[in-house]
C-alpha cells in the first residue's frame, strides 16, 4: 500500500506519558505552523510552545473525545529521497504526490495506535499530513446533531490535506459504525474550524476543503486582551483576526 494512517486516540495521549512522548510530533506540528507564521509575522510563539504540554497546546482534554491522524508515505521504489530527513527537506512537492497516488481503501492501511506507540524519527521521515478532531465546546443543540473542531491541520506534501480531511471524515464520522458516536440517532456532523484570517487560511478552506463562514463573525484577537479563547501564552505582533467556519455533513440512512 502506499499509504499508512496512523489513529492516534484519546488513550495514547492520556496514558503511559513520560518525558519526550510528544517531542517528535511537537516538531512534525512545529514546522508546518512555522510556515505561515514566518510568512506574516504576525505570531511569535510557536505552534505548540512545549512539547511536554502537547494535549493542552491542541486544548485536547481527558473530558473530550479527541484524536490526531498521521498520514505517513510508504517508501517509493525507485525514489531515494524518500523517506527523507524531515529536518532538512520537511516539504515534498506537488509533483511527487503522483508517486504515491490517490488515499482510497485499497491504498491506505489504517492503524489504530495504543498507548505504546512511539513516534520517533522514523515516523518522522515518513510524515505527509496530519489532520485531529475535539468535541467542538458549546452546549449540545440538538441529540441529533454532533460537534467537532478540527485542530493539528498539516500538510508536507502539496494537495494532499484535503484529501486526507475527506479520507477521515469518510472513515470516523460517514462511517455507520464509527466508535464516535451512535450513528443511528445522528443525522448531522458539524465540523468546526478556526483560523487566523489574516493567514489569508478563509479562502483556502472554502475552496479545497468545503467549509464555509456561519453565523459567528470574525473576532479581532487583541495583542494585550486578557480574554483571548486561544490557549495561553500565544504571543503576537499586532492585533488580527480570527474566522469561524463550519463545515457540515448530512448522515445517509
Not at 512545549?50 to 490526531?68: G, H, R, Y
Not at 477521515?168 to 462511517?175: D, L, P, Q, R, Y
Not at 483556502?204 to 479581532?220: A, M, T
Request: charged letters at 25%.
Amino acid at each position: 500500500m502506499a499509504y499508512d494512517l496512523v489513529i492516534l486516540p484519546k488513550s495514547w495521549f492520556f496514558t503511559k506519558v513520560y518525558k519526550g512522548k510528544f517531542d517528535t510530533l511537537a516538531e512534525i506540528v512545529n514546522t508546518a505552523y512555522d510556515r505561515p507564521k514566518d510568512k506574516y509575522g504576525i505570531i511569535k510563539t510557536r505552534r505548540i510552545k512545549d512539547a511536554q504540554n502537547f494535549p493542552a497546546d491542541l486544548q485536547f482534554s481527558d473530558e473530550k473525545d479527541v484524536f490526531l491522524t498521521l498520514l505517513l508515505g510508504n517508501p517509493v521504489a525507485g525514489w531515494k529521497q524518500f523517506p527523507r530527513d524531515f529536518s532538512t527537506t520537511p516539504y515534498l512537492s506537488q509533483e511527487e504526490f503522483s508517486r504515491f497516488g490517490e488515499l482510497t481503501q485499497e491504498t491506505v492501511k489504517v492503524t489504530q495506535a495504543d498507548a505504546d506507540f512511539v513516534i520517533d524519527k522514523t515516523i518522522e521521515s515518513r510524515i505527509l499530513a496530519t489532520v485531529g478532531f475535539k468535541t467542538y465546546d458549546r452546549p449540545v443543540k440538538s441529540p441529533s446533531v454532533v460537534e467537532y473542531e478540527m485542530t493539528a491541520f498539516t500538510s508536507f506534501l502539496r494537495g494532499i490535506a484535503p484529501k486526507l480531511l475527506d479520507f477521515v471524515i469518510n472513515m470516523m464520522f460517514e462511517n455507520p459504525k464509527t466508535p464516535l458516536f451512535d450513528y443511528s440517532s445522528v443525522s448531522k456532523v458539524q465540523l468546526h474550524a478556526s483560523v487566523i484570517r489574516d493567514h489569508d487560511l478563509v479562502p483556502y478552506y472554502s475552496k479545497y476543503c468545503g467549509f464555509e463562514r456561519h453565523d459567528i463573525p470574525d473576532l479581532l484577537i487583541e495583542t494585550n486582551a486578557s480574554n483571548s479563547p486561544l490557549e495561553e501564552g500565544i504571543v503576537a505582533t499586532r492585533d488580527f483576526y480570527l474566522a469561524f467556519l463550519r463545515r457540515t455533513i448530512y448522515l445517509k440512512k
